[in-house]
């Protein structure tokens, strides 16, 4: 198999490095000179010192006859388009990039990058399978940031589930002002019901939050 | 009609200035809070300092829906990917990308963002200055086709993407 890596970083270095040791065809391009010259010392002459994200370089490296085009440098935006001109231009039946800001996993996979590795995705899913899970988010801070805008996802077994909003015991210094049901923001009323799934907006105060959460989340699960 | 601008340099700076001037309500976001001193001081719009690949980032800007999405930051890929988070994401009406690599400029007027190449535009502008033919080298590629799935095509079929 002909494997074509883009980014000479540790992971590039000892991704080419395993792949010729299994036997297979490998070909690394890293843009910085010297980083590909150390390496090229290293692992022979496998190594092109030029751009992978330019179409003239990536042809010169064999794009156009390559199994697979792993994008693995450490900028997001050249991994997205070394996958994407591997696939538009020069018909690559499979491509995989490196995905530094989970957030952009979707869009990846939205303009057609065969598969997305996430460094920091795993990382955090290795981490949260170990704390409990607590769905108060901060969308964001007020004024020098003495009130915070706080988001609180009900999950199922929350105790706000099926109550009234006037029946909770929102903290002074907190209101609760809003409700995203099903993707639709709703003014949040003194009868409204809250239901499972809703998201609750509130503003409030830091230390308010303790309580919010009792109130909405209810107890965090120990694990 | 709402503009969101990625990237403060000059040419963002100018075209922020000449869209506000001419009513639009204008959005510009750069890394640094520097790049704003090239706006003038008559400048009516929003200046935000954030990241314009972060899609949360423009989404609370409320860069969602926007009528004209422009990527002119200094890197060719930071614009292709902002480019495609307006369209794909944000629902941008009309994008543009700033991409000064000729081929990539071509590359991704194929996928459906239009693009404005300064190498190519230069280029022009000197030899159309120096009195010489300026050959086949268009300073802007505009797109047959809207950008949606752009690579998918292999999982269409031929022939059904035109509908």
Not at chain 1, 12 to 30: F, N, P, Q, R, S
Not at chain 2, 19 to 45: K, M
Request: proline content about 4%; hydrophobic content about 40%; charged content about 25%.
């Amino acid at each position: 198999m002909f494997v074509l890596v883009v980014g000479g970083g540790r992971v590039g270095y000892y991704l080419t490095k395993e792949l010729i040791d299994a036997g297979h065809e490998c070909v690394l391009m890293e843009k910085e000179r010297g980083r590909a010259d150390a390496i090229r010392d290293e692992i022979g002459s496998v190594v092109i010192a030029q751009d992978g994200c330019e179409g003239k370089y990536l042809r010169e490296a064999g794009a156009n006859r390559a199994d697979i085009v792993a994008a693995v440098t450490g900028d997001d935006e050249d991994n997205l388009v070394i996958c994407q001109m591997a696939k538009h231009h020069f018909d690559v039946p499979r491509t995989i990039a490196r995905v530094n800001n989970p957030k952009n996993e979707a869009l990846f996979r939205h303009l057609g990058v065969d598969e997305i590795i996430s460094p920091t995705r795993m990382i955090l899913g290795s981490i949260e399978q170990d704390i409990p899970i607590h769905e108060l988010l901060h969308l964001g801070a007020l004024g020098e940031g003495e009130l915070e805008i706080i988001e609180a996802h009900l999950q199922p077994g929350s105790p706000a589930v099926g109550r009234v909003v006037s029946d909770l015991r929102v903290p002074a210094g907190c209101s609760l002002f809003g409700v995203i049901r099903n993707g639709a923001p709703t003014p949040l009323r003194g009868d409204t019901i809250l239901a499972e799934g809703d998201k609750v907006i509130a503003i409030g105060r830091p230390d308010c939050e303790v309580e919010l959460r009792e109130q909405l989340i209810g107890e965090p699960e120990e694990v | 009609m709402k503009a969101v601008i990625v990237g403060c340099g000059r040419v963002g700076a100018g075209l922020a200035d000449a869209l506000d001037r001419a009513g639009w309500q204008v959005l510009i976001i750069d890394r640094t809070t520097a790049a704003f001193d090239r706006l003038p001081a008559s400048f009516g719009g929003t200046a935000l300092r954030g990241d314009g690949t972060d899609e949360d980032t423009l989404r609370r800007a409320g860069a969602e829906g926007a009528d004209l999405f422009l990527a002119l930051t200094e890197g060719d890929n930071r614009n292709v990917m902002a480019a495609q988070l307006g369209v794909e994401s944000l629902r941008a009406v009309r994008t543009v990308a700033k991409i000064n690599d000729p081929v990539r400029a071509e590359a991704y007027a194929h996928l459906g963002i239009a693009t404005v190449c300064r190498t190519n535009l230069m280029e022009v502008a000197v030899l159309s200055f120096l009195g010489q033919a300026v050959g086949d080298r268009p300073g802007v590629f505009i797109p047959e086709k809207a950008h949606s799935h752009a690579l998918d095509e292999s999982a269409v079929p031929a022939g059904s993407t035109e509908s």
